[in-house]
């Protein structure tokens, strides 16, 4: 009688959850796209001392959705802009709510065959898409952060090995030296890494880049089997992409290695109206990627990529008497944290819905939303900075500070929402066209609201 008294308010919890979800859902597209500050106020609901007492489960959930949805960003209703941040597709939200219940470490596939059979096949169906070698690894982890920090370990490593150094044992004191080359506009997120792995954020050689961002492949210095090197499939301002070819042909040729920091725009290579910008990548060793952002999975969803399976788990491998290695899919050799969640879970069901033509669909129309976009900021006299080649707008208005106040009202409007960067010692508004909800109708919205924001600064 009580296990069936538990059973029963468990399951009204749940279907209260599923509710407040759908009122979400229901409701996301119409509202505010940043919150307003009333609804920042209701957020001090939760800035109490811890209680001492358990509370009703019901009274947390309704807390959440009462003070918490309405002070959230409508990052999934259409009109959201900023940050690269990605949307979610239909199925992978359902299978993420599914995958949530499992609750299931994919560390290993002692822990979790689910788990490692989905990361298995995400691992073969990216590989394919992206047309990576043959038996390249992926290795699921947060975002392009961790990947990036991943892959250029990955690279550290292997080329100390190849010198005869093991870092993994003798660590880098007295190692040989690694020489890192990378773009004058390389992701912070990538000097992150270099400071973390012992490499060095100053110390780096820093390649000029043309009026776009792309590295200019006549100034690559001479490379040699001591360098990694950094391009990038995607400037964050820009959406620009390194000329891979000759910038990777020239590292083969030496020895180097290279990682290709595709945080967005990896994926261009999925689709056939724009793999030229990707050409030449399969000649990289190591790429990293968010699948939360163009791909439209639920976050947190990174990959990092190695054409050498081996140099990534020599990399990222750990022991203990009490890990259990299978001989199968275990995915904590090609990530760094061993706990973590069952991304391939909603990365699969992602991939499965969408296929290969839908990849390449959200892709092509993320990008020409992207180009209608600027064309429509343009005739209102707007000026574009940026060639439109993928999904990025750099936006003026002009004068700096008209520029800075019409972003400025444009974010406090809640009609859209972008964010702000300097281009070329100026400030510029950025857009980034990323969620596949976006409509044609969501960008008159928004440039109407950018002229008004423009009149009105």
């Not at 069936?4 to 409701?27: C, I, N, S, V, W």
């Not at 660590?171 to 020489?179: C, S, V, Y």
């Not at 140099?311 to 750990?318: I, N, S, V």
């Not at 900075?385 to 800075?404: I, P």
Request: a negative charge; one cysteine or more.
């Amino acid at each position: 009688m009580k296990d069936d008294l538990q059973g029963k308010r468990q399951t009204e919890l749940f279907e209260k959850a599923k509710d407040y979800a759908l009122q979400y859902m229901a409701l996301v597209r119409g509202r505010r796209v940043f919150p307003d500050d009333d609804a920042v106020e209701g957020l001090h609901a939760f800035r109490e001392r811890l209680p001492e007492d358990p509370a009703e489960p019901g009274e947390v959930l309704e807390l959440l959705h009462r003070h918490g949805s309405p002070a959230t960003v409508a990052q999934t209703g259409g009109r959201y802009f900023g940050f690269v941040n990605g949307g979610i597709t239909p199925a992978a939200l359902a299978a993420r709510w599914l995958a949530d219940t499992w609750d299931q470490n994919a560390a290993l596939y002692v822990i979790s065959p689910t788990a490692a059979v989905l990361e298995e096949v995400c691992e073969g169906w990216l590989v394919d898409l992206l047309g990576l070698p043959d038996g390249t690894a992926a290795g699921l982890v947060a975002g392009t952060s961790t990947a990036t920090l991943t892959g250029l370990a990955a690279g550290r490593d292997g080329l100390l090995r190849r010198q005869g150094w093991d870092a993994g044992s003798r660590g880098l004191f007295g190692a040989p030296e690694i020489r890192v080359v990378l773009g004058e506009q390389a992701h912070s997120s990538v000097f992150k890494a270099l400071s973390i792995l012992g490499l060095g954020r100053d110390r780096v050689v820093r390649v000029p880049v043309d009026a776009q961002g792309r590295m200019r492949a006549e100034d690559l210095p001479a490379l040699d089997e001591r360098t990694l090197l950094i391009l990038q499939a995607g400037n964050v301002s820009t959406g620009a992409f390194d000329p891979f070819e000759p910038l990777c042909a020239s590292a083969r040729k030496a020895g180097s290695w290279v990682h290709v920091d595709g945080a967005f725009g990896l994926w261009a290579a999925a689709s056939p109206a724009r793999r030229r910008l990707t050409k030449g990548i399969e000649l990289a060793d190591s790429w990293s990627a968010d699948a939360h952002k163009t791909l439209n999975a639920p976050y947190d969803n990174g990959i990092v990529f190695c054409r050498d399976p081996e140099a990534l788990a020599r990399a990222m491998q750990m022991s203990g008497s009490y890990i259990v290695y299978s001989g199968k899919r275990d995915g904590t050799m090609y990530a760094p944290d061993m706990s973590r969640r069952a991304r391939g879970v909603d990365l699969w069901a992602t991939l499965k819905g969408l296929g290969r033509r839908g990849v390449a669909d959200l892709v092509d129309g993320l990008c020409d939303k992207a180009a209608a976009f600027a064309d429509s900021l343009r005739k209102e006299g707007f000026t574009i900075l940026n060639d439109v080649v993928f999904n990025q707008v750099l936006v003026s208005c002009g004068k700096a500070e008209l520029t800075r106040s019409t972003l400025e009202k444009v974010q406090a409007s809640g009609e859209c929402w972008c964010g702000g960067t300097t281009w070329n010692g100026e400030p510029a508004i950025r857009i980034s066209v990323c969620g596949h909800e976006t409509t044609e109708e969501d960008i008159s919205r928004s440039v109407a609201a950018f002229v008004k924001a423009r009149a009105s600064a």
